[in-house]
T-cell receptor, first 113, second 116 residues
């Protein structure tokens, strides 16, 4: 069975500060890992994905994540937060990109001017 | 690429009524997924299709729920005898399937169901 734990249901940062959203996963097989962003009343948009290639994955809007097998982590970072980054962020795990995703409960990011 | 579309975007119904949602995937995507998202939670998997074949159903999918994907194109999700606990956002996603390599699921905007 696979599972995802996102530490912190709400993270608040100042504009221009580092964004760090934490994700730990559990998987009995090498996982595929994803970060999605959701704006209010909208569907999910893919930020980035890890598919067993490079451990440092770069995504859209300046986000990146690093796969650390020894820590079973896939934390999402962005060097400098922008007001438009305020949204809900979900980490997800899957056996492949084509099998059902198991999501964490999400982290709401607030950006303070 | 017009993206995944879902209709209706919002549905308000009374308890006990039946509702049906439609999802149109990205063309040529042969896998289609349904998820349910309640307030403050991440999406939870309901069921998915490879072309017209329903490959897996979650235990969340009670016998009041049924999904179809005739001809492997659009899909419908029907809920019979709705209950207040069915109030949620219903999300549809599609992916290229095995032919597309590791794959990425692309999500539609969702249908928000409110059961009064």
């Amino acid at each position: 069975a696979q599972s995802v734990t996102q530490l912190g249901s709400h993270v608040s940062v100042s504009e221009g500060a580092l964004v760090l959203l934490r994700c730990n996963y559990s998987s009995s097989v090498p996982p595929y890992l994803f970060w999605y962003v959701q704006y209010p009343n909208q569907g999910l948009q893919l930020l980035l994905k890890y598919t067993s290639a490079a451990t440092l994955v770069k995504g859209i809007n300046g986000f990146e994540a690093e796969f650390k097998k020894s820590e079973t982590s896939f934390h999402l970072t962005k060097p400098s937060a922008h007001m438009s980054d305020a949204a809900e962020y979900f980490c997800a795990v899957s056996y492949s990109g084509n099998t059902p995703l198991v999501f964490g409960k999400g982290t709401r990011l607030s950006v303070i001017a | 690429d017009t993206g995944v579309s879902q209709n209706p975007r919002h549905k308000i119904t009374k308890r006990g009524q039946n509702v049906t949602f439609r999802c149109d995937p990205i063309s040529e995507h042969n896998r289609l997924y349904w998820y349910r998202q309640t307030l403050g939670q991440g999406p939870e998997f309901l069921t998915y299709f490879q072309n017209e074949a329903q490959l897996e159903k979650s235990r969340l999918l009670s016998d009041r729920f049924s999904a179809e994907r005739p001809k492997g194109s659009f899909s419908t999700l029907e809920i019979q005898r709705t209950e207040q606990g069915d109030s949620a956002m219903y999300l549809c996603a599609s992916s290229p399937g095995l032919a597309g390599g590791p794959g990425t699921q692309y999500f539609g905007p969702g249908t928000r169901l409110t059961v009064l």
